[in-house]
């Protein structure tokens, strides 16, 4: 990644700055600054400048000149100061947070959803679609409809081969994207908030001499829905969170407006991982970060933290939040109703889908299930893509 | 004219404006880079003041566009003068004009109302343009105002094209309601806005209300300092912290000390909804006034 500057003000720098600058540069870029040419021809010029003599006040020009997020500004100090003071040893580090940690995981993928790897499950648990055609029996792959129907109504757990899980993770993609095209071409259709345009009709009346015969209209436009998902990602919930972090990246490409976060004990935000253009890197990267299997689950201490620092950001009023989760709660109910009835107020739409639902004989008795209920405008089904796919209507009409 | 970087530092303190150290070096690299800057920060840390002192220092006008949900180039850029357009119709349909006479008089410089953006590229000395709240406006508006940014020229289809006659400093502020594009955010240097530390809230203080006790104006930044640690659903900006020094000094106190009654009555200056209140008990002022007195 070579630096080429081309509008260089900074002709007087020496060689060894230069490259300098320009591995600062490639080490951003690798933390996920977004870092272009003219950034770097800039950076030069401030380096040629009267800025660059004492570090203390090169730091500050060039943090305003690389950052572009809130993250990013949190981020620099570390990274000015490992780069600048330490070459070496604490670039490798910082190198190690995002570069290597899309490496390991594609094993978890395939480890979700494999009967081996849950010998305890009682019996009837075991329940799968019926027909003969279900996805144990990876053979005849090129079905088209008929197979496709088939993986969409079968329990996720229950779909082990490799090929089939790929080929599901697809379907999850691509069912949010066709979720995304419905629901903006039907507010269309829907809505006829119109007013006078102003503009356009005087332009068409001059020919009337003034007297407004072609009346031009303007249809409002109605902006799409704004979700913002949160899953569980605990021991519990563990079959399925690998195929919920496939959809979470398929709704957050597909939303432009869409905010991802995981949580078990603790929450994280994650759109931002998610928003990598290589789907295989997102989801592994993620699911390294939802690995929060063992110490229970915090809902209500999770949804605080949302409450307290994300939801003033990430809430409008036209946001429905989709929550994944069993409701197996580990925490207080007390605070999960408190936080719900908080969420409850800010959003439109609290969208609360459960996996368990689709088990023979479910009824919701967990705890904390209970006592998020009362809160919940939807409460439905997310076993299979079926379930995910029968959604769609209900969004459509909020 | 430029300034160098300590010349706006001491210009900044000279218009009243307390600003943090980087704030300096941010409006100098506006100059040298010729970039907008992007504020980004909680509600009430003081964005739009940035703008404001900016253009003291320069003795600059500024030119402010309020963003909100819907807001279009009619709004942002230029409209027609249409009641004058009308009549001008009218007039001249009755002297006999043909339409495309008609039409090329009526769209012409005299029928045009100016909207801010196209204020700030028309201006003979180059003003300061503040478009606030940037995020609530929608994507189009966005990738409009980023063309806008590189270019400063506007093209008006009935008219043509206008190019700026001065190129205008651009401050965005974002309170992070929306993400905005990493197109625009990569055009801005960027600055992010906390709240003030404790000595730099006590010298805002007394800068803005003159007739305060320093001794009280340090422990009134350290009381809304651990204020804003607490559980708040709105934690307080700089703004309250004003209204409420000038409340305390409007009372004549001297210390916090002296009357912890009338400290934990008068924190609605604070506190702006009923939750907020209800929370910050009477037990809880008495503590962290013991911490911070």
Redesign the interface.
């Known amino acids: 990644m070579a630096v080429a500057p081309i509008n260089t003000s900074g002709d007087g720098l020496g060689e060894p700055t230069r490259r300098r600058l320009a591995g600062f540069v490639r080490t951003l870029r690798d933390n996920g600054f977004?870092v272009?040419l003219?950034?770097t021809g800039?950076a030069l010029?401030?380096l040629a400048?009267?800025?660059a003599a004492k570090s203390s006040?090169l730091k500050?020009?060039l943090?305003?000149?690389f950052?572009?997020?809130?993250s990013?500004?949190?981020r620099f100090e570390e990274i000015f100061k490992a780069y600048w003071h330490g070459f070496g040893v604490s670039q490798a580090r910082i190198l190690a947070g995002t570069a290597l940690e899309s490496r390991a995981p594609a094993r978890h993928l395939k480890d979700v959803g494999s009967p081996t790897g849950m010998p305890g499950l009682p019996d009837h648990l075991e329940r799968r679609h019926d027909d003969g055609n279900g996805a144990g029996d990876g053979r005849g792959k090129r079905e088209g409809a008929s197979r496709f129907e088939s993986l969409a109504s079968t329990d996720l757990r229950h779909i082990v081969d490799a090929a089939d899980i790929a080929q599901t993770h697809a379907l999850a993609a691509r069912l949010s994207r066709v979720m995304r095209a419905r629901l903006v071409r039907r507010e269309q259709v829907q809505w006829r908030g119109r007013r006078l345009d102003?503009?356009r009709t005087?332009?068409r009346n001059?020919?009337h001499?003034?007297t407004l015969v072609d009346l031009a209209w303007r249809r409002r436009k109605i902006?799409p829905l704004r979700l913002v998902l949160l899953l569980d990602a605990s021991g519990s919930m563990n079959l399925y969170t690998a195929f919920f972090v496939r959809f979470l990246h398929g709704v957050v490409d597909a939303f432009?407006?869409s905010e991802a976060f995981v949580f078990h004990t603790r929450l994280a935000h994650v759109?931002a991982s998610l928003r990598d253009r290589d789907v295989t890197r997102a989801v592994d990267k993620l699911s390294l970060m939802a690995q929060g299997i063992g110490g229970g689950t915090k809902i209500g201490e999770s949804l605080a933290t949302f409450n307290?620092w994300h939801a003033r950001?990430v809430i409008?009023s036209r946001t429905a939040v989709m929550i994944v989760s069993d409701g197996y709660d580990t925490g207080t109910t007390e605070q999960l109703v408190e936080e719900m009835r908080r969420l409850r107020r800010r959003c439109r739409r609290i969208i609360w889908l459960n996996p368990l639902i689709g088990w023979r004989d479910y009824s919701p008795q967990a705890r904390g299930m209970q006592a998020a209920l009362p809160y919940v405008d939807l409460f439905a089904p997310a076993h299979n893509l079926e379930s995910l796919a029968a959604l769609e209507p209900y969004l459509a009409r909020i | 004219m430029t300034l160098?970087?300590d010349e706006i530092s001491r210009r900044l303190a000279a218009v009243g404006y307390i600003a943090d150290?980087?704030v300096a070096?941010?409006l100098?690299?506006m100059d040298?880079?010729k970039?907008p800057?992007l504020l980004?920060g909680e509600a009430g840390v003081g964005k739009t003041e940035v703008a404001k002192a900016l253009a003291a220092v320069h003795s600059a006008e500024l030119i402010r566009l309020q963003c909100y949900?819907g807001l279009d180039q009619?709004a942002a850029l230029y409209?027609?003068n249409?009641q004058r357009?009308?009549l001008a119709?009218?007039m001249r349909?009755g002297a006999g004009a043909n339409?495309d006479a008609?039409?090329e008089h009526?769209f012409s410089e005299r029928y045009l109302l100016e909207r801010p953006l196209l204020a700030a590229i028309r201006r003979e000395n180059p003003p300061v343009l503040l478009v606030d709240e940037v995020d609530r406006a929608?994507?189009e508006f966005e990738a409009f105002l980023l063309e806008l940014l590189s270019d400063f020229q506007v093209s008006i289809p009935?008219l043509g094209t206008i190019k700026a006659t001065s190129i205008p400093r651009v401050v965005l502020t974002s309170?992070?309601?929306?993400?905005l594009s990493?197109a625009l955010?990569?055009r801005?240097?960027?600055?992010?806005v906390d709240f003030p530390e404790v000595d730099r809230e006590a010298r805002i203080i007394i800068t803005r209300t003159p007739s305060i006790d320093a001794a009280l104006a340090v422990q009134i930044a350290r009381m809304v300092a651990s204020v804003r640690k607490e559980?708040l659903r709105k934690v307080p900006g700089v703004a309250e912290t004003l209204d409420w020094a000038a409340t305390l000094a409007g009372l004549d106190f001297h210390d916090l000390r002296q009357e912890p009654e009338v400290v934990h009555e008068t924190m609605m200056c604070l506190l702006k909804t009923r939750e907020d209140r209800s929370r910050l008990t009477r037990e809880v002022t008495e503590r962290l006034l013991g911490k911070v007195a």
């Open positions: 977004k272009g003219a950034e800039d010029a401030i400048g009267p800025l006040t500050p020009a943090r305003a000149l950052c572009a997020t809130h990013d500004w949190e102003l503009r005087i332009h001059v020919s001499g003034g902006k432009r407006e759109s307290r950001r409008n | 160098n970087r150290h980087d070096t941010a100098w690299l040298f880079l970039r800057l980004e949900e009619n409209e027609w249409y357009q009308l119709i009218k349909e339409a008609i039409e009526i929608d994507e009935e309170n992070g309601t929306r993400e990493d955010r990569r801005c240097l960027y600055h992010y559980d």
